[in-house]
């Protein structure tokens, strides 16, 4: 394509803002896309001054100056790039981006939407690329990616615009502020920086956006990193309810279903709720997470965090942020579980020993280092009902302590609750969202 084609029809495409589709794939960063290299070659050849063609053309009449910046900061990067060497190349990608932040910001930018869309998404992944190659540790492209992303968020977030427009019949950026808030989500958690998702969450709750409006699998991402930042947060509840909803939406020929699994098996396991071997198969989890599942339903303590420890699994789970969660998250799980089998055991009478229980303990945790701190030196059995006073408050035991005869006495009925029930995700009812995030199911 020559230069002054590009032009022409980059002039006429934002002038008229009736074809975004056609603007992006003007604005395209993909070298392997043709367009890119023709211009290189219409450039180098002609000796064509860039800035200099681009101001003689001009663009709306001068009244819209980050739209000339967006156009000079493309056609530099298509007469410069090099595609043997992407990390020398990498400011020109960051000039064109940054100026498509700045045009977007105008009243007009509406119409540069997918362009920034796809440019956003494309910027992300190569930053991400490079810094693995060169800056594993600082990442120092993603973050200053995720800066102009932070931008972007706040431009769309503060359009002021007639909710009849929201119907999707004219361009708006709202129309695009679900994409750039999971980037930016993505981005935050490559650059373990989890915690500064409060602030998209928090905006996008408050947007005034109707969720059904966007493409399924923006809700669906969007939902995944929800859930990833409740599991940061050790809400595990509301961690279930949106990584369920994204796992059960998400397509089924997607890599992604797994991805979702990944973090929703471990807040089920916490919550209660046991996967089956086929989908631990189907999804090549089995050896990872196949161990819990038989530790918990044995209430064997010591097989579950004795795998939960053991390579490679510890820095499996470490990588994703989930080893600590495991390790600790699920010990009043166990106890649980252990307290179930003895009342199982035993007839499930309505009094339980504590020597009983102290026995299912020591067998579960076997040689594992937990039993030395739990249950060694308790003369007093202050520990033992440590763990009773833990189970009854958190709901997952009805009964009443009797510290001088040494029994806990539970009802005839009722008395350890399914952790499913207590946590109420059971069934479809369990994952309507309350609240703040109602605007979610409408």
């Known amino acids: 394509m020559a230069t002054n084609l590009w032009l022409e029809q980059f002039q006429q495409c934002s002038e008229t803002a009736q074809d975004p589709n056609r603007l992006a794939e003007l604005l395209t960063i993909d070298i392997n896309d043709p367009q890119v290299s023709s211009l290189q070659n219409d450039i180098l050849d002609n000796s064509i001054d860039v800035s200099a063609k681009v101001e003689s053309v ?38 064109v981006f940054t100026n498509v932040q700045t045009a977007f910001a105008n009243t007009r930018g509406a119409v540069l939407g997918v362009a920034l869309s796809r440019c956003s998404r494309t910027m992300l992944a190569l930053s991400l690329s490079l810094d693995s190659q060169l800056s594993p540790t600082e990442m ?16 769309i977030r503060g359009e002021k615009i007639d909710p009849s427009m929201m119907d999707g019949s004219v361009p708006t950026k709202k129309d695009h502020i679900l994409f750039v808030a999971t980037l930016l989500c993505r981005a935050y958690f490559k650059l373990g920086k989890p915690s500064s998702c409060a ?55 997607s890599k992604n279903k797994r991805l979702i699994l990944i973090y929703l098996i471990p807040v089920a396991l916490i919550l209660g709720k046991l996967p089956t071997m086929p989908l ?38 470490l990588r994703r942020g989930l080893h600590v969660a495991l390790r600790t998250r699920t010990i009043v799980v ?32 076997g040689s594992h280092e937990d039993a030395v701190l ?12 440590a763990i009773f006073v833990s189970l009854i408050s958190q709901g997952y035991l009805k009964a009443k302590v009797f510290s001088r005869n040494r029994v806990l006495r539970l009802p005839p009925q009722g008395a350890i609750p399914l952790m499913v029930d207590v946590h109420k995700i059971a069934g479809p009812e369990g994952l309507v969202l309350t609240g703040h995030e109602k605007w979610m199911d409408q």
């Open 140 to 155: 120092i492209r993603t973050s200053y990616i995720a800066s102009i992303l932070l931008k972007m968020f706040n431009s």
């Open 199 to 253: 602030n998209v969450f928090s905006n996008i709750h408050t947007a005034n956006i109707k969720f059904s409006r966007y493409a399924l699998s923006q809700r669906v991402e969007y939902r995944y990193y929800l859930g990833r930042y409740y599991v940061f947060k050790n809400q595990f509840g509301n961690a279930y309810r949106h990584l369920q909803w994204a796992f059960d939406r998400c397509l089924s020929s």
């Open 374 to 385: 739990m249950l060694d030196n308790d003369p007093d059995n202050e520990k033992l009902e």
């Open 280 to 317: 631990l198969e189907q999804y090549g989890l089995e050896s990872t997470y196949s161990p819990l599942v038989n530790a918990l339903k044995s209430a064997n303590y010591q097989q579950f965090m004795a795998h939960v420890d053991s390579q490679p699994y510890r820095d499996w789970f």
């Open 334 to 365: 166990l106890h649980r579980q252990i307290l179930s089998k003895v009342w199982r055991l035993t007839g499930q009478k309505t009094v339980i020993k504590f020597d009983h229980v102290r026995k299912a303990l020591v067998l579960s945790m």
């Open 58 to 95: 001009n663009l709306h009449d001068g009244d819209w100056p980050g739209l000339v910046g967006l156009a000079q900061a493309y056609l530099r990067l298509c007469e410069s790039v090099d595609p043997n060497d992407l990390a020398g190349s990498f400011d020109l990608y960051v000039d």
